[in-house]
């Protein structure tokens, strides 16, 4: 076969092509820190990484649930606290007005501090947290406790549970349910007006000092409950975190760049470019009007 001036301009413009192309490739890798800049140039790498960003968007996702869930549960547990402690302060009460050596005044004083113990429970009920009322289920945006003007307490706590995924299969209930803490039918308030209403009458205080144990008990019952739940929500929490850290390097493992063989691809190719260029320019300087000169 003949092998004419032309073929060789044009197989030696090709590989010069061909040889920028690779520079440019190892180039961009070098300037994006990815192995490729479009799927085309390599499928597979293309298609795990979009796998693996959906993987971290899952898991991005559970975190922001189980964050979801701890200000639930912290929440709560605070305004348990609250409750815990207004209740023991109620028993306190009832312990001292019931030992019979308070004069009028002292009485009066404990009664009053009764009542303003009472609001405060009904206020810690009606706990509002980012405008949803946590003990009323999935119910949130309504006020489960009322108060008319004569002081009775109306409760209307909603048992609907509030379900949070926080892993693939795996659900926690967020809320507590007010009936629980509260009481069925608001058993807590009704056992603080008796005990207002016994300390009003100087009779059967005693009596009170049991019902608010019981109370109490129920109370400490439900935060132990919460402390469960927390505790199960910091090891899924644990297991997000370090499948995260998993995806994380296996993305980068599929997609980023080695920059040292990166690097040495590129001088490499450099290298080849220019004795291309070299041999190029003898290749096509002789021509037929250089004899003929």
Known sequence: MRVTQSMLSNNMLRNLTHSNTQMNKYMEQLYTGK??????????????????RSELARINQFERNTSEVNSW???????????????QRLKE???????????????QSIVEEAKQLKEHLVDIANTNVNGRYIFNGTNSDTQPVTVDVEGNVTTNFADDDVVIEVSS?????????GSTVFG???ALFATVDSFIERLEAGENIDDSIG????????????????????NRVELVENRLADQKIVTTKTLSDNEDVD??????????QESLHRAALSAGSRIIQPSLVDFLR
Not at 215 to 225: F, K, T
């Open 35 to 52: 192995k490729i800049s479009k799927p085309s140039d390599d499928p597979m790498i293309a298609m795990k990484g979009v796998s693996y």
């Open 73 to 87: 549960l912290d929440n709560t547990d605070a305004a348990m606290d609250q409750t815990n402690q207004a209740m």
């Open 93 to 107: 009460l009832a312990v001292k007005a019931s030992n019979g050596t308070n004069s009028s005044d002292e009485y």
């Open 169 to 177: 299969g795996i659900t926690v209930k967020a809320n507590t349910d």
């Open 184 to 186: 069925e039918d608001g």
């Open 211 to 230: 019902e608010l144990d019981a109370s109490i008990g129920g109370i400490l019952d439900s935060r132990a409950e919460i402390g469960a739940r927390m």
């Open 259 to 268: 920059f040292a063989e990166a690097i040495t691809n590129l001088i490499t």
